[in-house]
């Protein structure tokens, strides 16, 4: 059951991370736009989890940008893969980094999907109360307003060099 849902063209992303925000929510706020979804996970408020369907940046791949690992690292924890546990968990294992480098990736992760999502004009949006997301993924602990701040700042600077 959805306990919330609505237009983005009536209320943009913003409003709606805002409301999620303010109520002190826990759920999944699931946006949807074009060919594009995103799933965000509340936990009182605050972002604990975040996905997006179009994945821009994979978690090897932000790590590999950011120097934490090397794609010989990468494809050697890879080739692990088929164990059923997540890529970050497997590095973790492994040994090639530790836990606090990856809840830092996958803050990362995080706020490009925020920062995403807050671009979004059309779509829906949907917002489901206590929804949790799977027990495997690691969660975070983000204050929402920093977020919607950078991701505004972004979309500002996007326009002025339109």
């Given amino acids: 059951m959805l306990d919330l849902e609505g237009s983005l063209k009536v209320f943009e992303p913003i409003s709606v991370l805002q409301m999620i925000n303010l109520a002190q929510a826990s759920g999944e706020l699931r946006f949807v736009t074009g ?3 995103a799933r965000i996970y509340f ?3 605050n972002v604990a989890s975040a996905g997006l369907a179009s994945r821009p940046l994979r978690l090897g791949e932000l790590l590999i940008r950011e120097k934490r690992i090397t794609k010989k ?3 050697r924890v890879l080739g692990k893969k088929g164990e ?3 890529l970050g968990l ?3 294992e492994a040994g090639v980094i530790n836990e606090r ?3 830092l990736a996958i803050e990362e992760q995080v706020k490009e999907v925020i920062y995403e999502v807050v671009r979004w004009r059309d779509g829906i949006f949907s917002f489901a109360q206590g929804r949790k997301p799977k027990a495997q993924d690691i969660m975070i602990d983000i204050p929402l307003d920093h977020l919607m701040l950078e991701g505004l700042k972004r979309l500002d600077e996007e326009r002025q060099q339109l």
Avoid: Q, T
Wanted: a negative charge; glycine letters at 16%; aromatic letters at 0%.
């Fill in 35 to 37: 060919d594009n979804s």
């Fill in 101 to 103: 480098e990856l809840k």
């Fill in 90 to 92: 497997l590095l973790v």
């Fill in 84 to 86: 059923g546990k997540k």
């Fill in 73 to 75: 690292n990468l494809d």
């Fill in 43 to 45: 936990d009182g408020g």
